[in-house]
């Protein structure tokens, strides 16, 4: 079974600069995660999406992050413009539904200078 | 509010010997609990969980958690510890429907 795919691995932008990345899930997959790990600390949940509705968006800091799941399969987030403190690996992580185990892509490296 | 605790940053065990990665939780109601696993540069992997029935729960490459309802504890386990179970360990709780909250991670160090 193939795992959850992210990419880039690596990105490095400067500020004010807009990027985005993607993720595919695990096939049959309905729910879908986004999270925000910064060096040192746990991964913080951006987004979660159920199939292609939203569920959880709370802690997504809308001004400048923005997430879709266009026929509730791959995603994509992106932020526009970013910020110095918005450096932090992004985690895509998927599951059957909301009450099973979630299951994390390699994740993407964002550095901003 | 949930919360979850992992006292120890670096947790250092010679190969062979039994290892304990301990983290403790905060919720209101029944708690959902996870152990995650993150080697360098690669995703979180899961390990194990718990979310009703026997307290002891057995989970990927030999590891065992205990959930402690009285002492809101959920340490993780291993009898004998490998060189290669050196990684980041990350305790997870959420209650129902609510999101996953993580601990701050502790490092296990095997050493040979």
């Known amino acids: 079974e193939a795992g959850v795919a992210q990419s880039p691995r690596y990105k490095i932008i400067e500020k004010r600069q807009s990027v985005a990345f993607w993720c595919n899930p695990i096939?049959?997959?309905?729910?879908l995660y986004w999270y925000q790990q910064i060096l040192g600390q746990g991964p913080k949940l951006l987004i979660q999406f159920q199939n292609n509705g939203v569920v959880d968006d709370s802690q997504l800091p809308k001004d400048r992050f923005s997430a879709e799941r266009l026929k509730g399969v791959d995603s994509t987030l992106k932020i526009q413009p970013a910020k110095l403190e918005d450096s932090a690996v992004y985690l895509c992580?998927?599951?059957?539904?909301?009450?099973?185990?979630?299951?994390f892509g390699p994740g993407t490296r964002l550095t901003v200078t | 509010a949930q919360s979850v605790a992992q006292p120890e940053d670096q947790v250092n065990v010679a190969e062979g010997n039994p290892l304990t990665v301990k983290c403790t939780y905060s919720?209101?109601?029944?708690?959902?609990l996870f152990w995650y696993v993150q080697y360098p540069n690669r995703g979180l992997q899961f390990l194990l969980k718990y979310i009703t029935g026997d307290n002891l729960v057995k989970g990927s490459y030999g590891f065992e958690a205990e959930f402690n309802k009285s002492q809101t504890s959920f340490h993780l386990k291993k009898p004998s510890a490998l060189v290669s179970d050196s990684a980041l360990y990350f305790c997870a709780v959420r209650r129902w429907t609510d999101k996953l909250i993580f601990g701050t991670g502790t490092r296990l160090q095997v050493f040979p």
């Open positions: 992580a998927s599951s059957l539904d909301w009450q099973r185990a979630q299951y």
């Open positions: 919720v209101s109601g029944n708690p959902y």
């Open positions: 096939s049959g997959h309905a729910t």
